[in-house]
Each structure stands twice: as structure tokens, then as C-alpha cells.
């Protein structure tokens, strides 16, 4: 899902293509995407683009009318550029945008279609979509431990709450709990004031690098590259990879259909974090630390290999 480095360049490009630009018309192809009727979508069209932001993981186009379409690409949702003219029909369309100087276009691969369009009329009506979450690059860290002691979660649930954090989500709170060295299962309501005072600090510098590295990328275009899993990351996606700090392996906790990709040694003291699924068939035999985890794997290859 993209999160708020892929949503902040996706907000600056579109702003600076799109901006005082006239709506012609809203073609939705996408049956799922629209998740309103009033105001119809079709009283979108003769308006000019006022403005474009982001509200969480939500990107919101905001008209002269005051009205604004609010976009939620979720997983595999993505945006797209083109000059006008016919737009080619493919299966991956929900939406097109038809400006005067280019048509912006809504897609999402897969056959979960899961992105989401809502036409909302004033701040009140805009206002419905906003879960509350702080602005992690504008909060003081004062805010910001308020917000994370309020409820005792986990870290990674804390920063993927979007009542708590906003714009932050599978892949890059892996990323800040790797820079700040913390487990993903450490408890808020047992953070030091230090542990917290550096957790903020990461997630700021994480979120800022990545979203510099991201618009660098994308130079004048839209972003084209929008994925959860990145080269230069330092543990999302890199399972069985070394971890760029210490070579010890990167391990993961998978769980309804996502994963926590985490460092034993930087992150846990060297303690493995128990999968649910192979903790389940493992049960005592789960290694509970890299040597045993080591020892585990060379059990099986000897195993394997009849030694």
C-alpha cells in the first residue's frame, strides 16, 4: 500500500501538473470504486483543480466548488499521467479524469479491486474521512509520546494505526523500528522516555530520506515505481537477507496475510519473534534465538542429506 513518501510525491507532481487545470469530465469504469452518490460525480465536471493534499493514505483533489474527490489507492491502486486523447481500455482502469492539459488515470492491478473514490462536499463531508492519526513530519515530540502512551499496543501496531500515526504502514514502520532499534512487539506503555524521544526521531528522519529518495526518483513524472519493497530498505522485504548493520539475517513474522520484517540482533537481543504459522507446527521445538534457529537449520540440512 503506498504510504506517505509515495503519496507526498504522488501530491507535489500532481499538484504542479494539474493545479488551476479545468475538470472536463469523470469517467469510472472501476463497478467497486465509487463509494458515493452525493454530490453525483458528474458535478465534478467544469470545475477547476484548487488543490491536492494528503489526508493519511488517502490523496484528496480538492475543487473550486467545494467539493473534493478523495482517492484511496489501498494495495495495488496506482496513478498514471497521460496526454489527452482515447485512453487505451485495459482490465487494470477504474478511473479516468479528463483535464484540460492531461487525463489522470486511476488503476489497480489484481482481481481484488479494493481501491476506493468518494465524492464529499465541504469540510464537513471531507472531514468523514480523516481518522485522526498525527502528521508524523509536523508533530512536536511531545504530541507524539501523548498519542503513542494513550492506548498499550505494540510498536508496529502503533504505527500502523492510523487513529495514531498518519500515512504509515507495513513497509516503512519495519524500516523505523529496524533505525531505532526496537522490537516490533515492545509495548508502548513500557517505552523509556528515551526509547521514545529516539523512535520519534527515526520515524521523522526514515520517513523524510525516503520521501527525498522517492521524488529524486521521479523526477518531472509521475511516480511509476510504487512498491511496498524497495532496494536500499534495511529489512522490508529482505527475509533471510543480511541486515545491512550486522549481516545477521533478517527474520519476519507473518500474520493474516501480512508480514513484520525485523532484525534479531539489532532489534530483539538475538531473540526470534515466534511466526504464528510455523510456531503452530514447531510448537516447542521453536528456535527462541539465532544460534538455535542456526542449529535448527543445520539439523534439517543434515537431515536432508542423510548425515
Known amino acids: 500500500m503506498p504510504e506517505l513518501p509515495d503519496l507526498t510525491v504522488y501530491v507535489e507532481r500532481l499538484s504542479e501538473l494539474a493545479v488551476g487545470h479545468r475538470l472536463e469530465a469523470v469517467e469510472v469504469t472501476g463497478p467497486s470504486l465509487l463509494r458515493t452518490f452525493e454530490p453525483p460525480v458528474s458535478a465534478c465536471a467544469g470545475a477547476t483543480l484548487a488543490g491536492v493534499s494528503r489526508l493519511g493514505k488517502r490523496i484528496v483533489l ?4 467545494d467539493v473534493f474527490l478523495v482517492v484511496h489507492l489501498m494495495v495495488a491502486g496506482r496513478l498514471q499521467w497521460r496526454s489527452r486523447g482515447n485512453v487505451p481500455a485495459k482490465k487494470s482502469n477504474l478511473a479516468a479524469l479528463h483535464f484540460d492539459n492531461g487525463i489522470l488515470m486511476l488503476t489497480e492491478t489484481g482481481t ?6 468518494h465524492v464529499a462536499r465541504g469540510a464537513e463531508g471531507l472531514a468523514v474521512h480523516d481518522r485522526g492519526g498525527l502528521e508524523p513530519l509536523e508533530c512536536n515530540v511531545e504530541s507524539f509520546k501523548e498519542r503513542l502512551l494513550a492506548e498499550n499496543h505494540t510498536l508496529k501496531r502503533a ?3 492510523p487513529r ?37 526521531s527515526l520515524m521523522r528522519e526514515t520517513l523524510a530520506e525516503w520521501t527525498v529518495r522517492l521524488r529524486e526518483e521521479a523526477g518531472d513524472e509521475m511516480p511509476r515505481k510504487v512498491t511496498a519493497f524497495r532496494d536500499g530498505m534495511a529489512v522490508h522485504g529482505r527475509y533471510r537477507l543480511p541486515c545491512p548493520e550486522c549481516g545477521t539475517p533478517v527474520q519476519r513474522i507473518v500474520y493474516a496475510g501480512n508480514e513484520t520484517n525485523y532484525c534479531a540482533a539489532c532489534q530483539t537481543g538475538g531473540k526470534l519473534l515466534a511466526d504464528r504459522a510455523l510456531s503452530r507446527v514447531l510448537k516447542s521445538d521453536w528456535p527462541k534465538s539465532i544460534e538455535e534457529l542456526e542449529a535448527f537449520k543445520d539439523q534439517q540440512r543434515n537431515r536432508l542429506s542423510g548425515g
Open 159 to 161: 504505527l500502523t494505526d
Open 62 to 65: 480538492g475543487l473550486d466548488i
Open 164 to 200: 495514531l500515526i498518519a500515512g504509515i504502514g507495513n513497509a516503512y514502520s519495519d524500516e523505523i523500528l529496524h533505525a531505532a532499534k526496537l522490537s516490533p512487539v515492545a509495548l508502548t506503555g513500557k517505552l523509556s522516555d528515551e526509547e521514545v524521544e529516539r523512535l520519534y
Open 112 to 117: 481484488r479491486k479494493r481501491a476506493s473514490l
